[in-house]
C-alpha cells in the first residue's frame, strides 16, 4: 500500500485560504483515484473532494463545491487541496486516502496522520 503524508494545515480566519498537500511515499499515484476526506470533532470523517489522477477529472462534497479544488502535480507524486473562502465549520483534520473507483466517496487505503485545519470566525 502506499504510505500517505498529509501538510499545509493552520490557523485561518474566515474567509481566508490555504492549500493541503498530501504526498505518496513509496509509490506513484498513476494507478488511482485520490481524495481528501474530513473529521471535524465529534463526528464522522467524511469524503471531501476525489480526482482521477490520469484524467484529471474531479468531483467534490455539495457542501465544499465551489470553494474547494483538489489537483494533481504528477511530478513529484503529490494531490492538492486548495481551499478558498474558508468557513469555520470546515474546521476539520483533513486527511487525503485512495478511493475504490471514479465517484466513490469510500476510502480503501491506510490513513496518515492528517493535517489540522482550525477557521476562526
Known amino acids: 500500500q502506499v504510505q500517505l503524508v498529509e501538510s499545509g494545515g493552520g490557523l485561518v480566519q474566515a474567509g481566508e485560504s490555504l492549500r493541503l498537500s498530501c504526498a505518496a511515499l513509496?509509490?506513484?499515484?498513476?494507478?488511482?483515484?485520490m481524495g481528501w476526506f474530513r473529521q471535524a470533532p465529534g463526528k464522522e470523517r467524511e469524503f471531501v473532494a476525489g480526482?482521477?489522477?490520469?484524467?484529471?477529472?474531479?468531483y467534490y462534497a455539495d457542501s465544499v463545491k465551489g470553494r474547494f479544488t483538489i489537483s494533481s502535480d504528477n511530478a513529484k507524486n503529490t494531490v492538492h487541496l486548495q481551499m478558498n473562502s474558508l468557513k469555520p465549520e470546515d474546521t476539520a483534520v483533513y486527511y487525503c486516502n485512495v478511493l475504490e473507483y471514479y465517484g466513490s466517496v469510500s476510502p480503501s487505503g491506510s490513513w496518515g496522520q492528517g493535517t489540522q485545519v482550525t477557521v476562526s470566525s
Open positions: 513509496g509509490r506513484t499515484f498513476s494507478s488511482y483515484i
Open positions: 480526482i482521477h489522477w490520469r484524467s484529471g477529472n474531479t
